[in-house]
């Protein structure tokens, strides 16, 4: 039976791939080991837990031995764990260092001890840096990373890249753009924009809402991935990405409909320092050599992903935890003392 290391698979993409992976891949034995930092909870694994072919390991990808011990009779590895907002990395980038840079290079040596057949790394558009209104990051677009996270995930993935030149080790990277779905942490704005419409809390958009994300679906995501594992050629990085981009305004204001909320709610406040102002991906090539497409649409997306959340006030409250309140307010309080009314 092949088996699969998955890390960082309570968080919000790695869970929605757990749950596809046991799904479409009945062969197939899953080894997931996650650190159950802030954003990972075992709130987002409740249907699996049990399942027969999912092993979850409460531990740290910077643990050496762990690493190691988990890694005996893998095939494939598919690295998702890492420290993964922005803000927070704002505010401070050691946990960033430590896990996405340190933490990936320990399982890539891992991963070349016992030989694996495939080492799929995670990273994301926001190594390319910043766009204007025009153009589309391409593969071959030069890292350019902004913030202290887009800076560790660039170091991260080079590290990957190294270990392919210099090792042979055969890694496989993806750069996705902006993920909404399920099980998605309420610090990143799809989900605490449908959270705080839900309970009549002002709204925050930072700067003037102008600036523009490409949005992919989670579950088109975790197939896109499975896509790059199964066909990509190692020493490649893939992009990965739906034609949907839409400034945040626009988003958040979509969003309200779908909730039944007022757009009263809105406030624009002081933007992010450094806020990258437009990301934009061509995802040709995988579309071409992988025969992978993203299958849906941003309207029946977000519909799905309110309903979601509105069905879900359980996991709500338990994420929205005494300590998101602590990160919430002092993220927040000063910006919406500061805030303009949008409408
Ligand atoms: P997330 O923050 O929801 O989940 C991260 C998971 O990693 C959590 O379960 C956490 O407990 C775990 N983790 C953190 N540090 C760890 C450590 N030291 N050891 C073991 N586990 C640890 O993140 P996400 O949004 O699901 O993103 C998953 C991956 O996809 C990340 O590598 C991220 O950079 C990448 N990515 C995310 C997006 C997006 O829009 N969310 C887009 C492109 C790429
Ligand atoms: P986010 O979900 O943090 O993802 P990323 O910064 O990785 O793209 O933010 C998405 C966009 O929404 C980004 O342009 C910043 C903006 N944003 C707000 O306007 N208000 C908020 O409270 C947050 C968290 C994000």
Redesign the pocket.
């Known amino acids: 039976m092949p088996k699969y290391l998955l890390?960082?698979?309570?968080?919000?993409?790695?869970?929605?791939l757990v749950r596809h992976i046991l799904a479409t891949r009945p062969d197939v034995e899953l080894v997931n080991?996650?650190?159950?930092?802030?954003?990972?909870?075992l709130a987002?694994l409740q249907d699996v837990l049990s399942h027969p072919r999912h092993h979850f390991i409460h531990?740290?990808?910077?643990?050496r031995a762990l690493v190691r011990q988990w890694l005996a009779g893998v095939d494939c590895v598919l690295?998702?764990?890492?420290?993964?907002?922005v803000d927070r990395s704002i505010l401070d980038a050691s946990?960033f260092i430590?896990?996405?840079v340190e933490?990936t290079q320990i399982l890539l040596d891992a991963a070349r001890e016992v030989r694996v057949r495939r080492f799929l790394h995670?990273?994301?558009?926001?190594v390319y840096g910043s766009l204007g209104a025009e153009g589309r990051f391409t593969e071959s677009t030069p890292l350019a990373p902004n913030s202290p996270?887009a800076a560790s995930?660039a170091a991260?993935e080079l590290l990957a890249r190294a270990a392919f030149h210099t090792h042979g080790l055969p890694v496989l990277i993806?750069?996705?753009?902006?993920?909404?779905g399920p099980?998605?942490?309420p610090e990143?704005f799809i989900p605490l924009v449908i959270s705080n419409a839900l309970s009549g809390q002002a709204i925050p958009v930072y700067g003037t809402g102008a600036n523009v994300r490409n949005w992919?679906h989670?579950h088109d995501?975790a197939a896109g991935l499975l896509a790059v594992l199964d066909h990509g050629e190692p020493g490649m990085a893939y992009n990965?990405s739906s034609d949907d981009e839409l400034d945040n305004l626009t988003l958040a204001r979509k969003l309200l409909s779908i909730a039944g909320a007022p757009e009263s709610l809105l406030r624009f406040v002081p933007d992010r320092p450094g806020h990258d102002f437009r990301y934009s991906l061509d995802s040709s090539l995988a579309r071409t050599r992988l025969s992978w497409s993203p299958r849906i649409a941003l309207a029946e997306g977000l519909e799905s992903t309110v309903a979601w959340y509105r069905d879900h006030s359980e996991w709500i409250r338990q994420v929205r935890n005494p300590e998101f309140n602590r990160y919430y307010q002092s993220q927040y309080a000063s910006r919406l003392e500061h805030a303009a009314k949008t409408v």
Request: hydrophobic share 30%.
């Open positions: 890390t960082g698979g309570a968080g919000f993409i790695g869970s929605n080991l996650d650190a159950l930092t802030y954003a990972g909870s987002n531990g740290d990808i910077t643990d690295h998702l764990a890492a420290e993964s907002h946990a430590r896990t996405n933490g995670v990273s994301t558009d926001e996270y995930k991260a993806t750069r996705c753009g902006n993920n909404y099980h998605q942490h990143k992919i989670v995501h990965l």
